[in-house]
Antibody
Framework: EVQLVESGGGLVQPGGSLRLSCSASGFTFSRFWMNWVRQAPGKGLEWVANIKQDGSEKYYVGSVKGRFTISRDNAKNSVYLEMNSLRAEDTALYYC???????????????WGRGTLVTVSS | DIVMTQSPESLAVSLGERATINCKSSRSLLYSSNNKNFLAWYQQKPGQPPKLLIS???TRESGVPDRFSGSGSGADFTLTISSLQAEDVAIYYC?????????FGGGTKVEIK
């Protein structure tokens, strides 16, 4: 069974930093792109970033470019999101998500974690 | 960036009746090399992560009831619930994975009339 478990969320002051982790199990982690998607309280879904199977390609939404860094460790079956210069508008539940199939193409996210909550507030 | 516009924002439908949600993208999501539309639909219930219903605009995921169907091509897409059940009350999102940044529609809240 595919499992994605996020951790690392919490309360942080504006301008602060946080590192999120997503631990994966139940599949061959190194075969899949991995994604972070966030959802602000009471709001819709926003894709944040993704990373290729070998870490050679990374993509970000514009609002986090230069502040967030996605990385992965295939030996540890984990993907990370390093978040710096955090702002109030980064407050959200951060989900780790995986596509349904291992492929050269992106596709829909069949597997999701339960999310980890990041709150940016003074 | 590709903008995904969903309509309506909310929808109240009687049990057993049809619910139709529209999603329009600011550019075509049809990839010529494989003739597939890079669009998915999700259902999200309170306190839960989204659930993938449909990929490639019209391919229903395993275990998804056949009352859910997706249609459309290019830049105009529709999710149809043919006979609304109580358990279908949720927010529905479309999602383009054609290019980065990947984007979601704003969501459509479906309720029982």
């Amino acid at each position: 069974e595919v499992q994605l478990v996020e951790s690392g969320g919490g309360l942080v002051q504006p301008g602060g930093s946080l590192r999120l982790s997503c631990s994966a199990s139940g599949f061959t982690f190194s075969r899949f792109w991995m994604n972070w998607v966030r959802q602000a309280p009471g709001k819709g879904l926003e894709w944040v970033a993704n990373i290729k199977q070998d870490g050679s390609e990374k993509y970000y939404v514009g609002s986090v470019k230069g502040r967030f860094t996605i990385s992965r460790d295939n030996a540890k079956n984990s993907v990370y999101l390093e978040m710096n210069s955090l702002r109030a508008e980064d407050t959200a539940l951060y989900y780790c998500a995986r596509e349904g199939e291992a492929s050269d193409f992106w596709s829909g996210y069949l597997h999701w974690g339960r999310g980890t909550l990041v709150t940016v507030s003074s | 960036d590709i903008v995904m516009t969903q309509s309506p924002e909310s929808l109240a439908v009687s049990l057993g009746e049809r619910a139709t949600i529209n999603c329009k993208s600011s550019r075509s999501l049809l990839y010529s090399s494989n003739n597939k539309n890079f669009l998915a639909w999700y259902q999200q219930k309170p306190g839960q992560p989204p659930k993938l219903l449909i990929s490639w605009a019209s391919t229903r995921e395993s275990g998804v009831p056949d009352r859910f169907s997706g249609s459309g091509s290019g830049a105009d897409f529709t999710l149809t619930i043919s006979s609304l059940q109580a358990e279908d009350v949720a927010i529905y999102y479309c999602h383009q994975y054609y290019n980065s940044p990947l984007t979601f529609g704003g969501g459509t809240k479906v309720e029982i009339k």
